[in-house]
């Protein structure tokens, strides 16, 4: 294992892998690294983000990386990787998280040993576990035609009803962020501040090696902005990334003409793939983002399950204590918070 320069992560099929990700991050609190590991036969890059934490100590944070998924033994192979690693990062390195980008399949087992305390599956997933991938190598015909015919039917209505769809600006960026706010308060997630997303666009634009083209998609009725994504073209993969919608003409399914434009979009790129980024697993109405997975895999049926976040911790004892307080904060923020929201909102109504 070697460090090498960001730009060489360049070359990765993975977004969140690549060199752009890194420096980009590098604007938002962390510090990006990258490595170029040799398993066996195969060598592949690696980009390592840590940041400081709590003053004395870091956390790592391997996201949807590695790429390489040895299959077999895969438990045994992230303490090795995270054995070789622990020199290379800050000290006071409490644990390194890995964002698994593999799909489910075989056996995942917690792992001992290689000098680490052991590997084991994290309370919560960083990136989302289970997505939609549409496959867009076929004609724009095709792709329409293996979609849910209700699907189908929303996106013929979104044109019909005079929805347009306009690539904005970073002037736009203000509108789209309030609109952004207004869905975060709705669907109670969780968004990062607008100069964030203002950076997003413009690194995609600046950065000096290979960067993806990173766009904000607007849907427009008679010049009113009802809705808006981002979305990212890397390589063969376009992404949907983050989705805003206003409470203002829903019936006008501005939502689904975002979400076609977007696959045309990435059909004329030459990407062979397009991620919509996060469903929940499986149907289930009691799920607070069941509505998500209605509207998602009306666009594909096809749901990819990837083995999610794994932690493999270098000082257990106060790891334990990390995880706890975390555990707290995730019940705290998804559950107590969410339920005080939603009697404010019963209050006032």
């Not at 990006?32 to 004395?56: D, N, P």
């Not at 600006?169 to 100069?195: C, V």
């Not at 073209?233 to 206003?246: I, M, N």
């Not at 990407?271 to 895999?297: A, E, I, N, W």
């Amino acid at each position: 294992m070697r460090e090498v320069p960001l730009s060489i992560l360049d070359a990765s099929d993975e977004m969140l892998q690549s060199g752009f990700w890194g420096e980009f991050k590098q604007k938002h609190g962390w510090r990006a690294s990258a490595f170029s590991v040799s398993a066996g036969s195969s060598s592949f890059g690696l980009l390592v983000l840590t940041r400081r934490i709590a003053r004395l100590f870091s956390l790592a944070y391997v996201p949807f990386g590695p790429v390489f998924d040895p299959c077999a033994g895969r438990g045994e192979f992230l303490a090795s990787l995270a054995s070789a690693l622990r020199p290379r990062l800050p000290r006071g390195t409490l644990f390194l998280r890995f964002d698994l980008p593999w799909a489910k399949g075989g056996e995942m087992p917690v792992s001992r040993g290689h000098g680490v305390a052991r590997v084991r599956k994290s309370a919560s997933d960083m990136q989302p576990a289970s997505t939609v991938v549409i496959d867009i190598a076929r004609s724009l015909d095709a792709v329409l035609k293996s979609m849910k015919t209700k699907t189908r039917y929303n996106i013929r209505l979104s044109e019909k009803k005079g929805v347009t769809i306009a690539e904005g600006s970073l002037n736009d960026l203000d509108r789209w962020y309030s609109i952004y706010q207004e869905t975060a308060r709705r669907d109670r997630i969780g968004i990062h501040t607008l100069s964030y997303y203002r950076d997003l666009l413009r690194s995609s634009h600046e950065y000096p090696g290979e960067a993806p083209d990173v766009k904000l998609l607007l849907a427009l009725h008679e010049g009113e902005m009802l809705a808006g994504n981002i979305v990212a073209f890397w390589k063969t993969r376009a992404a949907y990334l983050y989705g805003a919608s206003s409470g203002v003409k829903r019936n006008l399914m501005p939502t689904y003409a975002l979400q076609w434009e977007a696959i045309r979009l990435a059909h004329a790129a030459g990407c062979l793939t397009y991620d919509l980024y996060g469903v929940p697993p499986r149907p289930d109405p009691g799920h607070p983002m069941s509505g998500l997975y209605q509207f998602k895999t009306g666009f594909s049926d096809k749901v990819l399950e990837r083995w999610g976040t794994w932690d493999a911790s270098f000082r257990p004892l106060l790891f334990s204590l990390y995880g706890a307080a975390e555990a707290a904060r995730m019940f705290y923020h998804r559950g107590v918070k969410k339920r005080l929201r939603a009697r404010t909102r019963e209050a006032d109504s």
